[in-house]
Structure formats: C-alpha cells, structure tokens
C-alpha cells in the first residue's frame, strides 16, 4: 500500500497559479512512477501528467502543456504540479496515483491513488 494525500487545491481566478502536491507514506515512494489526473463533473478521469521514479522523465497531456509541470522530491516522498496561466476548463478534482508497473497516460496502469483535491478556476 501507498498512502497517498493531495493537497493545494483551492478558488483562483482565470490567469493565476496554483501548486497541487502529493505527499506518499513508506520508504519506497522512490521506486514509483507518479501521476496526475483530474475528473470534472459529469466526465471521465483524465491524464494530466506523469513523472517517472527518479524525476528524469515527464509526459503532459497537450491540454496542458506548456502550463503545467510536474516534478517531485524524493526526500520528501512528495510529487507536485506547479500549475499556471488557469483556465476555466482545468476545474475538476485532481487526483495523484502511484505505480511500479507502468509508465504513461492511461488510469487503469496505476495502482494507488489520493482521495483527491478540488481545483476551481473562475471567469
């Protein structure tokens, strides 16, 4: 099991910024490749980002690249999502998942996954 905690989400307005962050338990948070997906009500979960276990690697989805980045800390067991320029369309619960057995965009590949964190962009 990995224990997974978002937080950081919140009410900003169209233009601004915001940092998500995903803080795991245990110590093997190092071996795990980590992602990003977001669902909006009445929709689907969606890729977002992913960052594979030593930080070398990252993939977005194209909705927000350029806009958003995905790193994480190691030493901290935490994975973040540095997010700017907000957009109304980003509104949607952000959720972060973990997985050794996968790298890249699709949900069912991951195996762990927070309870999520609400992100609102208004107009």
């Known amino acids: 099991q990995v224990p997974l905690v978002e937080s950081g989400g919140g009410l900003v307005q169209a233009g601004g910024s915001l940092r998500l962050s995903c803080a795991a338990s245990?110590?093997?948070?190092?071996?795990?490749?980590m992602g990003w997906f977001r669902q909006a009500p009445g929709k689907e979960r969606e890729f977002v980002a992913t960052v594979n276990w030593s930080g070398g690697s990252t993939s977005y989805a194209d909705s927000v690249k350029g806009r958003f980045t995905i790193y994480r800390d190691n030493r901290k067991n935490t994975v973040y999502l540095q997010m700017n320029s907000l957009k109304p369309e980003d509104t949607a619960v952000y959720y972060c998942?973990?997985?050794?057995?996968?790298?890249?965009?699709?949900?069912?590949?991951?195996?762990?996954w927070g309870q999520g964190t609400q992100v609102t962009v208004s107009s």
């Open positions: 245990g110590r093997t948070f190092s071996t795990y490749n």
């Open positions: 998942a973990a997985t050794r057995r996968y790298y890249g965009a699709y949900p069912g590949g991951y195996d762990y």
